[in-house]
Every structure is written in structure tokens, then in C-alpha cells.
């Protein structure tokens, strides 16, 4: 059941500025709900491959978008979000090339997105949500009484992906992952629909030089305000 009245926070950015830690840990800390927006088009595709669906049946995947049973939790420091699909955990499952392939077949439908809009916004229940995303100020959460925009330079962003992938055994150049934020940025913030942009009353956040403690000290005061 939504509650209208559940304080909202969002916190969007591009991609590598720490959104998604720092999410679970204000979801942790304040013991909220957490809204992971980025893995439902992954969980749709999923759902409707395990209930029968085909991905060209649009009317069935609005179905399957609108009933998603799907639970999100903040995992260990460190750790990716906890997913749960129908009481089931599929965190590494939503994150394979073939569940992102078939993400990016729904994830052109507009009845489908409208149907995850409203299965986003039904995240706001008490005692609070912590919303991670892109558009999550500017679109699914236009109220929210906290708007978090986290950001960092794209040297600092392209250093830390840079750090994920080596540390997984990726062979790759610092300056090929700097061009890929670049370009997903340009592409990010001048898109058609819902572009990457900080809410006029979003508090803008740069976590360029900080520590993780010294960001989610700044978005805890700025959660003060829920």
C-alpha cells in the first residue's frame, strides 16, 4: 500500500559517483525501503521469462511491470544491492548480458515504462524510501522533500570503475574507461526522455577527494531535512 504521506529521498547522478552505496547505507541507517530503479527493466525481462511471457508481448509485460513482486535490500559494505524476485535472490542472475539484452527489448515499450513508473513510485511506504536512480527528483519522486544529486568529476568516476574492474580480473586502460563515462554522459544528459539533470531543489552533492563516510555524512544531514 502506498503511503503518500512516507518521506521520500532520492539520490540520482551518473554513473560511478557512489549512488548506489551510498544508498544502502542511508537505507540501512535510517531503516527504509530502498528503491534500486535501475534493475527493474532487468527484473521485468526476468519475471516475464520465468511466468511464460514473451518479450514482444507488450500487454503481457505491462502486467508483469505492474505486479513485479520484487524486494530490494542494502547488502554488505561493499556489496551489491540484495534482489529479490518473488522471495527468491537473482542479484547476480539480473546482471548477466543476457538478462541486459532482453532489459533493453522492454525497456523500449512506453506502456511498459508507465507501468514501472507507477511500480516505482508504490515504493513509497513508512517509514521512508531511499530511491536510486537518474530521474528519481525529476520525474518518479517530483515531491520528495530530499533531493540528493551525486556527482564526482569523470577523471575521479573513470578511476574508481577503473580500480571495480582490476580488482575483477579485467584487462582494460584507465583512458577507455574514461571515454565510455564520457560518452554515456553526453548521451545520458541529452536524451530525449527524462535526461540526466539534478532537480531545481536537489542539493547537490561532489564527492570528488571525499571519503564514502565523508559523502553519507553530507547526505545524512541533508536527510535531516525528511
Known amino acids: 500500500m502506498v503511503d503518500s504521506k512516507a518521506p521520500v529521498i532520492t539520490v540520482d547522478g551518473p554513473g560511478g559517483a557512489g549512488k548506489g552505496t551510498i544508498t544502502q547505507m542511508l537505507a540501512r541507517k535510517l531503516g527504509w525501503h530502498l528503491l534500486d530503479s535501475g534493475a527493474l527493466y532487468r527484473l521485468t525481462a526476468l519475471a516475464a521469462m520465468r511466468q511464460g511471457v514473451s518479450l514482444e508481448d507488450e500487454t503481457g509485460l505491462v ?56 511500480r516505482q513510485r508504490d515504493f513509497q511506504k513508512a517509514p521512508g524510501v531511499v530511491a536510486d536512480g537518474r530521474d528519481m527528483g525529476t520525474v518518479v519522486f517530483p515531491d520528495a522533500p530530499v533531493k540528493i544529486f551525486l556527482t564526482a568529476s569523470a577523471e575521479e568516476r573513470a578511476r574508481r570503475r577503473y580500480n571495480q574492474l582490476k580488482e575483477a580480473g579485467v584487462d582494460v586502460s584507465i583512458d577507455a574507461v574514461l571515454d565510455e563515462i564520457r560518452v554515456r554522459d553526453d548521451r545520458d544528459m541529452n536524451r530525449s526522455a527524462a535526461p540526466l539533470k539534478p532537480a531545481d531543489d536537489a542539493q547537490v552533492i561532489d564527492s570528488t577527494g571525499l571519503s564514502i563516510e565523508e559523502v553519507l555524512d553530507r547526505c545524512m544531514a541533508a536527510a535531516g531535512q525528511a
Open 63 to 118: 502486467t508483469v511491470a505492474a505486479t513485479l513482486d520484487v524486494e530490494f535490500e542494502p547488502g554488505e559494505v561493499g556489496q551489491p544491492v540484495r534482489v529479490l524476485l518473488a522471495g527468491e535472490e537473482v542479484t547476480s542472475e539480473i546482471r548477466t548480458e543476457a538478462c541486459g539484452n532482453n532489459a533493453s527489448k522492454v525497456a523500449v515499450m512506453q506502456p511498459v515504462r508507465d507501468a514501472l513508473l507507477q
